[in-house]
């Protein structure tokens, strides 16, 4: 069989995006302006309806072609933008779609989503990858600054680093506005992010304050200085060295005080977050290894426990009335 990075050989003409939400839309964005490629969105049924509209990006709206997951079948690049509570239901249609030549990019949060893909498509498919982008919902559109955004970081998990699928990917990216960087240390980077999430999304989201509150309030200090502790033990002992990531992998995209990041605005929208994907995680990792992650676990819970209150568990206002009744 002929290896995927020899049969890319530099020219990747057909792309699939799977899931074009906050991330998907920052490649869709980019990618729509590269001549000579194929690019669609890949979804079914009510979702692939809507997608046919066209994505709202920056107030523009795109319409990149909306393929099954059958008709995206040996695509060169496929990259996955997925909620991680979604990957599970996706693993069949990502392995539809992947063919002997296809290199599958998670831009997905968290530290395990190319494990999971691996396991269902072989792992000589899968690049390591991570984006940062502070990309939010305006009712049916997506928002994000191009010039602040730090992009996509990518790099093979093993060398050769300067493989042919990395420099392909790099073609496919020059000159789309896609910010990007390739690295020799991709593993050490997905964590440096994980950790950004970890620190700076759960914290804001049990406050329910924008970003400026890291910086006006020691005690969110103390408990993102407590939450990366923690996390920063894990991997430790899973022989992650998190400094290999490089200082500028310690920043995300620059963002105003009132920025909500992405845990906040799934609480906000009443959507379920993905905490199992952050302190769930790190709390089942601590437990295989032993070590105790009591900010995670407090963070875990409370998350969880807003969840509910969004989902009207802990509305008591009948009971309320049928007491004053009885009266």
């Not at 980019?30 to 969105?41: A, Q």
């Not at 190319?114 to 396991?119: K, P, R, V």
């Not at 240390?185 to 999430?197: G, H, Q």
């Amino acid at each position: 069989m002929v290896s995927v990075q020899e049969d890319i050989q530099m020219n990747i003409k057909k792309v699939a995006v799977l899931g074009a939400g906050a991330v998907g839309s920052y490649v869709i964005w980019g990618l729509s302006k590269r001549d000579g490629i194929s690019l669609g969105v890949v979804a079914e049924g009510e979702r692939a309806e809507r997608l046919k509209k066209g994505c709202i990006i920056n107030d523009v709206t795109y319409n990149p072609e909306v393929w099954t997951p059958q008709e995206a079948q040996g695509a060169d690049l496929l990259i996955v933008s997925l909620k991680y509570g979604a990957l599970p239901d996706a693993l069949d249609s990502i392995a539809a779609v992947t063919a002997d030549n296809t290199t599958v990019m998670s831009l997905m949060n968290g530290v395990d989503s190319e494990e999971i893909i691996a396991a269902k498509i072989g792992a000589e498919h899968v690049i390591g990858a991570l984006i940062k982008v502070a990309s939010h919902k305006e009712g049916s559109g997506y928002y994000f600054d191009p010039e602040t955004t730090i992009g996509i970081i990518f790099g093979e998990f093993e060398a050769p680093y300067n493989s042919e699928r990395v420099e392909a990917i790099e073609k496919l990216f020059e000159n789309t506005g896609i910010n990007y960087r390739v690295t020799e240390n991709i593993r050490e980077e997905i964590w440096s992010k994980f950790r950004l999430n970890v620190c700076n999304n759960l914290p804001q989201a049990i406050l329910g304050a924008g970003v400026g509150c890291y910086e006006d309030s020691v005690h969110m200090q103390a408990i993102s200085e407590g939450l990366r502790k923690e996390l920063e033990d894990v991997a430790k002992a899973k022989g992650i060295d998190i400094d290999k990531a490089g200082k500028s992998s310690s920043y995300g995209s620059a963002v105003p005080p009132t920025a909500r990041y992405s845990t906040l605005q799934d609480l906000d929208a009443g959507r379920h977050t993905e905490i199992d994907m952050f302190s769930g995680a790190l709390m089942r990792m601590g437990q295989e290894l032993g070590i105790p992650v009591p900010y995670n676990e407090f963070a875990y819970h409370m998350i969880k426990a807003i969840e509910e209150k969004n989902d009207g568990r802990f509305d008591y206002s009948n009971q309320d009335k049928r007491m004053s009744c009885s009266k």
